[in-house]
């Protein structure tokens, strides 16, 4: 059964640094891995979505990488600004059951100003 | 405006009463999920939706109910809720994909609350 696992669960950094999240999962039979965005008391805002055939995404300051031999993508945010301060979560769906997605648990992220 | 869109989005009831929360997109999306989410468990799938009157569980589905009657709507039902159904629900939707897959839209979600 696929695990998704994030580490670290919470983040403090200041201002302007380059940060790393990660992602790992057991099974490397996936058919996307999707990182989402989520402030509190609100929805997921969908950030980069790579598909297994892909190795990085990216946007504007965000880049995501996926190596699924391994079982891990990363999520890497340049130059971090306050308002980049949320719930980094991911998901991954696996081939087995492609309309089935399973969550990691996210990684708290407060960037101090 | 693209949208997922939730009704109620808070709602507190009581031990065994009927509810159901409304999801409805309209992105013509063929694609349709609920989750739910509880601290240190993250997002748990309930049931999906690869089209009308396609449905298929998730990892979470005991005690929830869903219909797609219409591409548009995707209710999901407590027949008799519990305690334990008290917390956070998305709705998502996405277009179908094949070799290529396409990324979800989450609903604000409905803060649910059985007493």
């Known amino acids: 059964k696929q695990e998704v696992t994030q580490i670290p669960a919470a983040l403090s950094v200041p201002e302007g640094e380059n940060l790393v999240l990660n992602c790992s999962f057991t099974?490397?039979?996936?058919?996307?891995l999707q990182w989402f965005r989520q402030d509190p008391g609100k929805g997921l805002t969908s950030l980069l979505l790579?598909?297994?055939?892909?190795r990085e995404q990216t946007s504007g300051r965000l880049n995501a990488s996926l190596d699924k031999s391994s079982g891990r993508s990363t999520l890497y945010i340049a130059a971090s600004q306050p308002g980049d301060s949320a719930t980094y979560l991911c998901?991954?769906?696996?081939?087995?059951?492609?309309?089935?997605?399973?969550f990691g648990t996210g990684t708290r992220l407060k960037v101090l100003a | 405006e693209a949208q997922v869109t939730q009704n109620p989005r808070y709602l507190i009831t009581v031990t065994g009463k009927k509810l159901t929360v409304t999801c409805s997109q309209n992105?013509?999306?063929?694609?349709m999920s609920w989750y739910r989410q509880d601290p240190g468990l993250g997002l748990r799938q309930i049931y999906y939706?690869?089209?009308?009157?396609?449905?298929d569980k998730g990892d979470v589905p005991e005690g929830y109910k869903v219909s797609r009657k219409e591409k548009r709507n995707f209710p999901l039902i407590l027949e008799s809720p519990s305690p334990n159904q008290t917390s956070l629900y998305f709705c998502?939707?996405?277009?179908?994909?094949?070799?290529?897959?396409?990324?979800?839209?989450f609903g604000p979600g409905t803060r649910l609350t059985v007493t």
């Open positions: 998502a939707s996405s277009l179908k994909g094949g070799t290529v897959s396409y990324e979800q839209y």
């Open positions: 099974d490397s039979a996936i058919y996307n």
């Open positions: 790579i598909q297994s055939s892909q």
């Open positions: 998901a991954v769906s696996s081939l087995s059951g492609t309309y089935k997605y399973i």
């Open positions: 992105m013509n999306h063929e694609y």
């Open positions: 939706s690869m089209n009308v009157e396609v449905t």
